[in-house]
C-alpha cells in the first residue's frame, strides 16, 4: 500500500519559517508528480507547489519566493520549506502524488491519487 505521512507542521509567528515533510513508501513511480496541498475551513483544498521527475517547481501564486519544494528519493521524502509565513498560509497541509505519467505536472488536486492524513500549520500576526 502507498502510504504519505506528513510532518512538520506547528503554531508560528508570522515571518517565521517551517520545514514540513512527508514520507514515502509503498511507492515507486519516482518521476511521477508529487506535490503540496492545503486546505483552511471553508476553503476549497489548493495546489501549494509541484514537483515532476525533471525537478520541476511550478508554486501558487501566493506562495511563488517564499516556499521551495524538494525531493530526496533516496530518503524516499518530499520537502516544503516555508519561509516568511503569512497568517493567510494557515490551514491543513497534504502530500500527494500521482499513480500514472503526465505531460505536465500541475496544481490540481483531480491529478493526485495518493494523500497523506495532513499536519497543521497555523501562522499568527
Known amino acids: 500500500q502507498v502510504q504519505l505521512v506528513e510532518s512538520g507542521g506547528g503554531s508560528v509567528r508570522a515571518g517565521g519559517s517551517l520545514r514540513l515533510s512527508c514520507a514515502v513508501s509503498?511507492?515507486?513511480?519516482?518521476?511521477?508528480?508529487m506535490g503540496w496541498f492545503r486546505q483552511s475551513p471553508g476553503k476549497q483544498r489548493e495546489g501549494v507547489a509541484i514537483?515532476?521527475?525533471?525537478?520541476?517547481?511550478p508554486l501558487a501564486d501566493s506562495v511563488k519566493g517564499r516556499f521551495t519544494i524538494s525531493k530526496d528519493n533516496a530518503k524516499n521524502t518530499l520537502y516544503l520549506q516555508m519561509n516568511g509565513l503569512k497568517p493567510e498560509d494557515t490551514a491543513m497541509y497534504y502530500c500527494?502524488?500521482?499513480?500514472?505519467?503526465?505531460?505536465?505536472?500541475?496544481?490540481?488536486?483531480?491529478?493526485?491519487?495518493?494523500w497523506g492524513q495532513g499536519t497543521q500549520v497555523t501562522v499568527s500576526s
Open positions: 509503498g511507492y515507486t513511480y519516482s518521476r511521477y508528480c
Open positions: 514537483i515532476d521527475g525533471d525537478g520541476l517547481t
Open positions: 500527494a502524488a500521482a499513480n500514472r505519467p503526465q505531460l505536465f505536472c500541475g496544481l490540481g488536486a483531480a491529478e493526485y491519487a495518493y
